[in-house]
């Protein structure tokens, strides 16, 4: 039996694309699980392959970590110690890599071979350029003069021809790209700049915008920057409230989902809607009382801001718990993570107070009553230099936290070694089973504007379906570097059933048509994760390419 199902009956984006009605089903605000008490290092970074295995790396200057490298990789009779590691999440093995220059407050991004490129630092790594391959026993190449300038607490974004942007750092009021070429004015991050020694500029949130522009935020307003000639497009609204947004008055931000239902009929002239999100942070004061043992209380406050809008205003909301160092990350279902952090303070040495272990949920589409909803808390405080990454498999990987100079296990925060994972509600047994993804036809290398079929099989017949792509990001410092989710145009969801062996229930065999996105600024090439959502609960993701 084949049904077809329209694409706009299933994917209205308010009431059907992202509210998922599941009532009836037990109340699950997810799970907590300890991979590994410990990998050595402290999780500073953090960004997910293509192979799925996950690069970890903090500072070289932090003194001895807690694992040595081979004694191959050492000069002769000497101890060294590794600062960076490969993490397995499917079987939680580790191996240790050889970084030799200092990565401490660094930036990143996945190339479009899915070759991680990894920038700046601190000291000697500070115009480093440094590259890791997703193979078998392959290692971290350092290119020493990869940059033109110093590079410590910038920010990256990859762009729609390929190449990845930095911008700012600490003195820095410029950008300049990978490969390297030369350097752009930016004044803007001068204007923001709050004093020489607390900037609240550092890390600033990049997003790429549909028409390729870049919205770069620091301290409590935006940009729209077009970066090839290097001309400031718009100048968005303050954000309300009097509050500092980025490092070390350290909140975050995530670019929602870009909904490409409908691109089919319009193609590359398709007028995407992007809107941003800002969480957290604090007054721009906040650092200098907590050096003189006074911790301010940070924010509750989110600003939402539709960036392509001709006039566009913030709109305000609070979340249910204050927050400074709070890492969003996008789930597959268009969700927002808002995890890690502490309620009062700011980023830096012992500079924070009251961990905030519970995550909050941030559902985009919900009216704004019901958008938060508070997840089950850690046990396991991540205050400064603690990340989180989403995993092909629909977990949320958690590590860091060192509010240390170096690595110290009997601090009021002590340096953080482990990794956890977060299973958010959707992954509840309580709830519908997963869409089991079995395919991607005609392959995983897609085109734009390509029609490609995705398959599935699922144990019930499914209400709600939709279609998303993910970015993977490079993580740190509260910010998710080039994160992105976009919710693919559909045509005919095609379902045909299967009766299981030996019983009379059957499975549905499903096969949805769908689009890839239709040019670079949408979707710059390189690697995505595929999911397929029913009823609100995502497959596990597959890997496919765009070019």
Not at 214 to 220: G, I
Not at 359 to 384: A, C, D, G, Q
Not at 392 to 397: A, E, F, T
Request: glycine share 8%; with cysteine.
């Amino acid at each position: 039996m084949v049904a077809k199902f329209s694409v706009l009956l299933l994917l209205s984006l308010c009431s059907v694309l992202f509210t998922v009605g599941l009532a009836g089903q037990a109340i699950h605000n997810g799970k907590w699980k300890l991979l590994k008490k410990s990998i050595g290092v402290s999780a500073m970074h953090m960004a997910l392959l293509p192979n799925d295995k996950v690069i970890v790396f903090d500072r070289t200057d932090a003194g001895p970590s807690n694992l040595t490298l081979p004694q191959e990789r050492c000069a002769k009779d000497q101890i060294c110690y590794a600062h960076s590691v490969e993490f397995n999440p499917g079987n939680r093995n580790f191996r240790p890599l050889t970084i030799s220059t200092d990565t401490w407050c660094s930036s990143g991004a996945l190339s479009t071979n899915g070759e991680l490129i990894q920038t700046g630092g601190y000291g000697v790594g500070e115009r480093v350029v440094r590259r890791f391959k997703p193979c078998a026993n392959c290692d971290w190449k350092e290119d020493q003069n990869g940059l033109n300038v110093p590079r410590w607490y910038a920010s990256n974004q990859v762009l729609p021809d390929g190449r990845v942007v930095i911008i700012g750092g600490r003195f820095q009021f410029n950008y300049e790209f990978v490969p390297k070429s030369k350097i752009h004015s930016l004044p803007f991050l001068e204007e923001t700049r709050y004093s020489v020694y607390v900037p609240n500029n550092l890390y600033p949130f990049i997003h790429l915008a549909p028409d390729g522009n870049l919205f770069v935020f620091a301290n409590d307003r935006a940009i729209l920057l077009d970066y090839v000639n290097n001309i400031v497009v718009k100048r968005f609204p303050v954000l309300p409230g009097g509050v500092s947004r980025n490092y070390p008055s350290t909140g975050s931000s995530a670019l929602l989902p870009i909904s490409l239902v409908g691109q089919k009929s319009s193609g590359s002239n398709f007028p995407a809607q992007a809107e941003v999100l800002v969480c957290g942070g604090t007054v721009a004061d906040a650092n200098v009382k907590a050096d003189t043992g006074m911790f301010v209380q940070a924010t509750k406050t989110c600003g939402r801001l539709v960036i392509t809008s001709e006039n566009p205003k913030w709109e305000v909301e609070e979340m249910p718990i204050n927050r400074v160092m709070g890492d969003m990350i996008m789930l597959p279902t268009g969700d927002v993570l808002i995890i890690n952090g502490a309620a009062k303070g700011t980023a830096g040495w012992g500079v924070a107070r009251e961990p905030v272990l519970s995550p909050v949920l941030y559902k985009p589409w919900h009216k704004e009553s019901s958008r938060f909803e508070v997840l089950t808390p850690t046990t396991i405080p991540r205050l400064y230099h603690s990340t989180a990454h989403l995993l092909s498999d629909g977990r949320v990987l958690v590590g860091g936290s060192n509010p240390n100079a170096n690595y110290n296990f009997t601090a009021l925060y002590p340096t953080e070694l482990s990794l956890e994972a977060f299973s958010p509600p959707y992954l509840s047994p309580s709830w519908k089973s997963r869409p089991l993804l079995s395919s991607v036809k005609p392959g995983s290398e897609l085109g734009y504007v390509q029609r490609f079929y995705v398959e599935f099989r699922l144990n019930y017949e499914a209400e709600k379906i939709y279609v998303t792509m993910v970015a993977p990001s490079f993580t740190t410092h509260s910010f998710a570097m080039n994160q992105r989710l976009l919710v693919l145009d559909m045509g005919d969801v095609r379902k045909s059933r299967t009766k299981k062996p030996g019983g009379s229930k059957s499975n549905n065999d499903y096969s949805v048509e769908s689009y890839a996105p239709a040019r670079t600024e949408l979707a710059p090439p390189g690697y995505y994760l595929l999911f397929v959502v029913c009823d609100g609960v995502p497959s596990r993701g597959m890997w496919v390419s765009l070019t």
